[in-house]
């Protein structure tokens, strides 16, 4: 009778076990529960707190621009620049930039005349094409061509702009106008063109302008 009651008792005890740690176990999951929305929280706070704390890139100062500017000027290269912006050559092809610098600063439409389907001997510039604005010629220039790689053949973004012919009348917009002592004309860079009308070549730009 012992020894059974023994068991009898071993068998309650047994289950009052059962029954003590399935609460511990669901109380567990449950503090779990409410902890890990904190954990991921504080993570998500630090993050961003990290993130504030990158220092912001500092622009030079207009001081610190013209210093920059007076010691490259000083250099070989900067001296044989200074020297080609004050010859007939330099003079010129600064004076068909400012030309169409209103244009290009507010990226409206300029009328152009297609004189050429090549860039000069030597250009270094990709693919690109002479015109003739207010009867100073520029480069058009558009940049390297490459292949579309969904294609079988090579078909690249400029396919419309090869169908241009000399004396074609175009419009063009423009976001830059550069210039180099190595060109004898501005580098105007082709970012929209149309055509009677019709839009045959517009570069696509990030939504933050890049």
Known sequence: ???????????????????????TSNRTKFIYALIL???IASGLVFANRDTSKKPTPKRPTA???KAEREKWEATPAGVKYKK???SPEGIKVLAGATKIMRSVNTFTDMEAVVTSLSLPPGSRL??????????????????QEK???NFLS??????????????DRITIRSRSVSHAPKYAYPIVSGDYVSRDGKIIYERAFNKDGC
């Open 1 to 23: 009778m012992k020894d059974k009651k023994n068991a009898l008792n071993g068998s309650e005890l047994s289950g009052d076990k059962s029954k003590l740690i399935k609460p």
């Open 37 to 39: 929305p904190l954990v």
């Open 63 to 65: 001081a610190e621009m």
């Open 84 to 86: 080609w912006e004050a």
């Open 126 to 143: 990709g693919f690109g094409i002479m015109v003739r604005i207010n009867g100073d010629d520029y480069i058009l220039s558009f940049g």
């Open 147 to 149: 292949a579309d790689k």
């Open 154 to 167: 090579f078909r690249s973004e400029f396919d419309a702009l090869h169908s241009l012919q000399v004396n």
